[in-house]
T-cell receptor
Framework: EAQVTQNPRYLITVTGKKLTVTCSQN?????MSWYRQDPGLGLRQIYY???????DKGDVPEGYKVSRKEKRNFPLILESPSPNQTSLYFC????????????????FGPGTRLTVL | KNEVEQSPQNLTAQEGEFITINCSYS?????LHWLQQHPGGGIVSLFM???GKKKHGRLIATINIQEKHSSLHITASHPRDSAVYIC?????????????FGKGTKLSVKP
């Protein structure tokens, strides 16, 4: 089954304790992206990757790191989490050549609800 | 930077009604996406548009590039259509990977 998986689904942690949220897709997609969703602000892009070893900042990259060493995986790293990073996080993937006639549907993971105390 | 506005923010309809959700953006784009977020939180991609119109079942999406406006229509609405509908755009001149989102329209369809 074609899917994007995220782990963990729920996480409560404390300020400053490094954490990683994993994201994996089995569709051989080049493009992967991380978003956060907050009440009143909607979805905002954190980082994205157009292919292996290629990453770029979205609108709210501060306090986050990413890496893309393999095509299927795109982990989100919070080196020193703070309470303002409490949010619902989504990972998504799609074929790279979005908007050029190919199937460009984005597949979203189920979300990770993070609470930083 | 593109500004994406959706209207209405909230919409309540009776089952069977025709529904329209609007999305406007401020700067030329290469593509516009419509997403659906279920009450449980999961997000599904509905359409990607760069011009014209697309239809899938009871859902129709249109885009007017000159007016910088897109609409999502739901015909013969049903309670299972209750969800948040989100518009997102890719800037024409910006990075192909950067998406800007509207704040969403919460739709509730009553039986």
């Amino acid at each position: 089954e074609a899917q994007v998986t995220q782990n963990p689904r729920y996480l409560i942690t404390v300020t400053g304790k490094k954490l990683t949220v994993t994201c994996s897709q089995n569709m051989n997609h080049e493009y992967m992206s991380w978003y956060r969703q907050d009440p009143g602000l909607g979805l905002r892009q954190i980082y994205y990757s157009m292919n292996v070893e290629v990453t770029d900042k979205g609108d709210v990259p501060e306090g986050y790191k990413v890496s893309r060493k393999e095509k299927r995986n795109f982990p989100l790293i919070l080196e020193s989490p703070s309470p303002n990073q409490t949010s619902l996080y989504f990972c998504a993937s799609s074929p790279r050549r979005v908007d050029r006639g190919r199937s460009n549907e984005q597949f979203f993971g189920p979300g990770t609800r993070l609470t930083v105390l | 930077k593109n500004e994406v506005e959706q209207s209405p923010q909230n919409l309540t309809a009776q089952e069977g009604e025709f529904i329209t959700i609007n999305c406007s953006y401020s700067v030329g784009i290469s593509a516009l996406h419509w997403l659906q977020q279920h009450p449980g939180g999961g997000i599904v991609s509905l359409f990607m548009l760069s011009s014209g119109k697309k239809k899938h079942g009871r859902l129709i999406a249109t885009i007017n590039i000159q007016e910088k406006h897109s609409s999502l229509h739901i015909t013969a609405s049903h309670p299972r259509d209750s969800a948040v509908y989100i518009c997102a755009v890719r800037d024409y001149g910006g990075s192909q990977g950067n998406l800007i989102f509207g704040k969403g329209t919460k739709l509730s369809v009553k039986p």
